[in-house]
T-cell receptor, first 115, second 110 residues
C-alpha cells in the first residue's frame, strides 16, 4: 500500500516567492495533519483537517501560511510570501480517526530552504 | 500548554549496551506514543500506551507509561546499529492534537 506522498521532496526558493507543498494522504484516512520540524522547535503542528474540513489552525504561524484540502486525496500548504525563517522540513501525516489514540502515518517530508 | 521533555537529547553508545530514554511532563496525557525517525524520512510509530503503569514490549524495546500518565520511558536491550535514529515521544491530550517532545538522538556504534 502506498503511504503518505509528499511533493516536492526538496524546494529551494528565494525570499518573497510563493511556495506550495503538496500531500496525498493514505486512501481511507479521514484526518490530515501538517507539521513543521526544525532543530530549535522540534515538530510543531500547523493545522489539521477532519473529513476535508479544517479543525484547528492555531499552529499556523502567520497569515502568510494557508492550507487547503479540496478533497479526501489531496492537500496543499502554501506560503506567500516566503521568508528565510520558514526554512524547515514540512511533514504531512494522515490517520483514521476513531475517537482516541491517534495513529499518525507521516510522509517523507519536504525540505524547504528559503534564501 | 502541554509540554513533553525528553532526556537525554543525545546518546551515543556501543553496540550491545542497554539504554533508557525518558519523556516527562507536568501534564496528564490520555495516551502516549513513541516514534522513531531516520534521516530524510518522517517519524514512524512504534507503540501507543494508554493505561497508567502499562508496559509494552517490541522485541528488544520496552515501553512504560507512568502510573500518573505524565511520563514514559523507552528501554532498549542489547542495542544494535539499526536502532540508530531520533526517538520522539508524543502525548495525546485530546482533540487529536499530539504534542511532540524534542526527541532523543540515538547513535549505536558498531
Amino acid at each position: 500500500d502506498a503511504g503518505v506522498i509528499q511533493s516536492p521532496r526538496h524546494e529551494v526558493t528565494e525570499m518573497g516567492q510563493e511556495v506550495t507543498l503538496r500531500c496525498k494522504p493514505i486512501s481511507g484516512h479521514n484526518s490530515l495533519f501538517w507539521y513543521r520540524q526544525t532543530m530549535m522547535r522540534g515538530l510543531e503542528l500547523l493545522i489539521y483537517f477532519n473529513n476535508n474540513v479544517p479543525i484547528d489552525d492555531s499552529g499556523m504561524p502567520e497569515d502568510r501560511f494557508s492550507a487547503k484540502m479540496p478533497n479526501a486525496s489531496f492537500s496543499t500548504l502554501k506560503i506567500q510570501p516566503s521568508e528565510p525563517r520558514d526554512s524547515a522540513v514540512y511533514f504531512c501525516a494522515s490517520s483514521l480517526f476513531q475517537g482516541w489514540g491517534e495513529k499518525l502515518f507521516f510522509g517523507s517530508g519536504t525540505q524547504l530552504s528559503v534564501l | 500548554t502541554q509540554l513533553l521533555e525528553q532526556s537525554p537529547q543525545f546518546l551515543s553508545i556501543q553496540e550491545g549496551e542497554n539504554l533508557t530514554v525518558y519523556c516527562n511532563s507536568s501534564s496528564v496525557f490520555s495516551s502516549l506514543q513513541w516514534y522513531r525517525q531516520e534521516p530524510g524520512e518522517g517519524p514512524v510509530l512504534l507503540v501507543t500506551v494508554v493505561t497508567g503503569g502499562e508496559v509494552k514490549k517490541l522485541k528488544r524495546l520496552t515501553f512504560q507509561f507512568g502510573d500518573a500518565r505524565k511520563d514514559s520511558s523507552l528501554h532498549i536491550t542489547a542495542a544494535q546499529p539499526g536502532d540508530t535514529g531520533l526517538y520522539l515521544c508524543a502525548g495525546g491530550g485530546g482533540a487529536q492534537k499530539l504534542v511532540f517532545g524534542q526527541g532523543t538522538r540515538l547513535t549505536i556504534n558498531p
